[in-house]
């Protein structure tokens, strides 16, 4: 069974930088083909991809608000997704959650299409405030 747990969001100043952590359980970073994302919710907004990681090879994908300020990366040992966020801006309040499905495609994680993810966790907060 597929579980997917957020942690590390919080309140930030704009300009500043969170680190978020996905950890993952039910398949592997090594053997199993699967693409991990980050999404995010804002307050009257559609959940909107952010960026994913095929995590068998590692290949990242990201959306234009997300390029250039968030870092998407693995750590195979422990099965964990982490997205680096720097110079933060107060559009980037949201809810963040964590994503998964299984695929040999790169053009699934390169479309980052919540509907094309069945697994997901709870999210985390993160609050942008000047």
């Known amino acids: 069974q597929v579980q997917l747990m957020e942690s590390g969001g919080g309140s930030v100043q704009t300009g500043g930088s969170l680190r978020l952590s996905c950890a993952t359980s039910?398949?592997?970073?090594?053997?199993?083909?699967?693409?991990t994302a980050w999404f995010r919710q804002a307050p009257g907004k559609e959940r909107e991809g952010v960026a994913g990681?095929?995590?068998?090879?590692?290949?990242?994908y990201y959306a234009d608000s997300a390029k250039g300020r968030f870092t998407i990366s693995q750590d195979k040992t422990t099965n964990t997704i982490s997205l680096q966020m720097s110079s933060l801006e107060f559009e980037d309040t949201a809810v963040y959650y964590c994503?998964?499905?299984?695929?040999?495609?790169?053009?699934?994680?390169?479309?980052?299409?919540?509907?094309?993810?069945?697994?997901w966790g709870q999210g985390t907060q993160v609050t942008v405030s000047s």
């Open positions: 994503a998964a499905v299984p695929t040999l495609l790169g053009s699934t994680c390169a479309r980052l299409s919540q509907a094309e993810f069945n697994y």
């Open positions: 990681i095929l995590t068998k090879t590692g290949t990242t």
């Open positions: 039910g398949y592997s970073f090594r053997y199993n083909f699967y693409c």
